[in-house]
């Protein structure tokens, strides 16, 4: 089993909706979480870091379940520029190392 | 300011040559990271530097793979008689620092993609 699985989409959404994914993680002394953002042939770029309670920016939404070891990512309002890969990130017992999922594909439709 | 550049942004070459792939991080992060990313697949991590400290080398998948950090800046990845199992997108990530507690954001180069023939 990966340390971190994501569902590899690609998710085929209509520009308006709203979409969500999860992404799980096996290790459960992991104490970070974060939401990166990788456009085609370009590097990641943070999207959000997960907190323990929740937390929002702006149409993102992010979640973390620790009993059940899964954090999600939630985009309301779709736009056509959200279109890109979503990597769920989490580190390795409480240091440096994060391990990185695959990526989930968001495809925005007009 | 300056982001975190990478040289080359592309390489091509023959299976059996060595090659060196450079990252200049962003000034005044102390702790750098190298990634490899395959086609569809998560990065992968393989060596850290954080200040003066020994680096992290745990994730180098072979011994001909070996970076070097000089002055606390400017790092060297090099692989020695590269395989075409090489190929990938490698990327380097710098932060302010790591805190046991918590973590800074990691700021990534534009990458090198690197194809062995």
């Known amino acids: 089993r990966k340390e971190v699985e994501q569902d590899p989409g690609p998710f085929n959404v209509p520009e308006g909706a709203t979409v969500a994914f999860n992404c799980t993680y096996s290790?459960?002394?992991?104490?970070?979480f974060f939401w990166y953002r990788q456009d085609c042939r370009k590097e990641p770029k943070l999207l959000m870091s997960?907190?323990?309670?929740?937390n929002e920016d702006g149409r993102f939404t992010a979640q973390l379940n620790r009993a059940s070891q899964y954090i999600s990512l939630l985009i309301r309002d779709s736009k056509l520029s959200d279109s890109a890969t979503y990597l769920c990130?989490?580190?390795?017992?409480?240091?440096?190392?994060?391990?990185w999922g695959a990526g989930t594909k968001l495809i925005i439709k007009p | 300011g300056a982001g975190v550049s990478q040289s080359p942004s592309n390489k091509v070459t023959e299976k059996g040559k060595d090659v060196e792939l450079r990252c200049d991080p962003i000034?005044?992060?102390?702790?750098l990271y190298w990634y490899r990313q395959s086609l569809g697949q998560g990065l992968e991590f393989l060596i850290y530097?954080?200040?003066?400290?020994?680096?992290?080398k745990s994730g180098l998948p072979s011994d001909r793979f070996s970076a070097e950090r000089t002055g606390g800046s400017v790092s060297t990845l090099t692989i020695q008689r590269t395989q075409q199992e090489d190929s990938a997108v490698y990327l380097c990530?710098?932060?302010?620092?790591?805190?046991?507690?918590?973590?800074?954001?990691?700021?990534f180069g534009p990458g090198t993609r690197l194809t062995v023939t």
């Open positions: 997960v907190y323990s309670s929740g």
């Open positions: 990530a710098s932060s302010p620092k790591f805190e046991r507690g918590g973590l800074y954001e990691q700021y």
């Open positions: 990130v989490v580190n390795r017992d409480s240091n440096y190392q994060l391990i």
């Open positions: 530097f954080q200040g003066n400290s020994a680096p992290d």
């Open positions: 000034s005044g992060h102390t702790a």
């Open positions: 290790n459960s002394a992991s104490q970070s």
